[in-house]
């Protein structure tokens, strides 16, 4: 079945620590967005990849980097994870802009520091 | 500016109908999606709306009225496993490839 995988589900790093965390997708879309993800709240996207033209949010702070080597992966950077960074981290795809273009999300990477 | 309004927490018994509301007001408007989220799994696409009225799925529906900036996810016949998180989410506009998200309606289902 075509898919978005991210790896690993669960991911303990230490404050400060750099972490990268992944998403490949099988579904060969254009759009790959990242999202993080607080308790109770909603998806808060921090960037998105149209191909290979990056858009970052305004408020994603430069601690996050993110890498789109190809149409099938995409990696997220945390570079100095701090504690209000432990979150789960959503990676998300979509074909384009276009009617009823929903998004596919994966599994999300639950990150917890320590 | 783009706000997206939905109730924080809802309450339903086993076997009833719940209804979930949405108002939006975005910039810019190409349809509504609605997900639903269980507790640390990935939202998972329920229902897409763009033009008015109401969009049946088995026991779940979805309206829209966009003169009113405003949708409802019903949910008929609720089962325990219904218990989860419910996202509308505004579609990406001509231009940008981003989806305005509200900030969930959780629900509990009670036996």
């Known amino acids: 079945d075509a898919m978005v995988i991210q790896n690993p589900r669960y991911q303990v790093t230490q404050f400060g620590k750099p972490v990268t965390l992944s998403c490949s997708q099988t579904l060969n879309h254009n759009v790959m967005y990242w999202y993080q993800q607080k308790s109770s709240q909603a998806p808060k996207l921090l960037f998105h990849?149209?191909?290979?033209?990056?858009?970052n949010e305004a408020d994603t702070p430069d601690n996050f980097q993110s890498r789109r080597p190809n149409t099938s992966f995409c990696f997220l950077d945390i570079r100095s994870p701090g504690l209000g960074d432990a979150a789960m981290y959503l990676c998300?795809?979509?074909?384009?802009?276009?009617?009823?273009?929903?998004?596919?999300f994966g599994p999300g990477t639950r990150l917890l520091v320590l | 500016g783009q706000n997206i309004d939905q109730p924080t927490e809802m309450t339903a018994t086993e076997g009833a109908i719940v209804q979930i509301n949405c108002t939006y007001q975005?910039?810019?408007?190409?349809?509504l999606f609605w997900y639903q989220q269980h507790a640390g799994e990935a939202p998972t696409f329920l229902s897409y709306?763009?033009?008015?009225g109401l969009e049946e799925k088995g026991r779940f529906s979805s309206f829209l009225s966009r003169s009113k900036g405003y949708s409802y996810l019903l949910l008929k016949e609720l089962q325990m496993k219904d218990s989860a998180s419910y996202l509308c989410?505004?579609?990406?506009?001509?231009?940008?490839?981003?989806?305005?998200f509200g900030t969930g309606t959780r629900l509990k289902v009670l036996a």
């Open positions: 989410a505004v579609g990406p506009t001509s231009g940008t490839y981003k989806y305005i």
């Open positions: 998300a795809t979509s074909r384009g802009p276009g009617l009823k273009e929903t998004q596919y």
């Open positions: 975005t910039s810019g408007f190409n349809g």
């Open positions: 990849y149209y191909d290979k033209d990056f858009n």
């Open positions: 709306n763009v033009l008015d």
